[in-house]
């Protein structure tokens, strides 16, 4: 059974940047994919990395200023996340799935235990 555990989150200035890991147990076979919930909202899917391609993104919550890479060497996925606002305050969550990469919280049965990211104004 794979594992999935986040780190890198943090409080950040509005404007400012992040970089979030996502170290697996093991990649082979796997698609990852971050997701964000704020409070009140739903989690929302930001993008996935399926295992034999490349980056998938969903509905862009955070309109082109996150970069979804994999370091396969590593079994870590990462989420660069730039020109942060005080609406992307969010847990953030890796998830992953030993099918391709879906675009909502149903489509995944792994889940690790969340990165909190505060951006102050």
């Known amino acids: 059974q794979v594992q999935v555990a986040e780190s890198g989150g943090g409080l950040v200035q509005a404007g400012g940047s992040l970089r979030l890991s996502c170290t697996a147990s093991g990649l082979r076979g796997v698609a990852v994919a971050w997701f964000r919930q704020a409070p009140g909202k739903e989690r929302e899917m930001i993008s996935c990395f399926n295992w034999n391609g490349g980056p998938t993104y969903g509905a862009d919550p955070m309109q082109g200023r996150a970069t979804i890479s994999r370091d396969i060497s590593k079994n870590t996925v990462y989420l660069q996340m730039d020109s942060l606002k005080p609406e992307d305050t969010a847990m953030y969550y890796c998830?992953?799935?030993?099918?391709?990469?879906?675009?909502?919280?149903?489509?995944?049965?792994?889940w690790g235990q969340g990165t909190q990211v505060t951006v102050s104004s």
């Open positions: 998830a992953a799935t030993f099918v391709s990469c879906g675009r909502t919280a149903h489509d995944y049965s792994i």
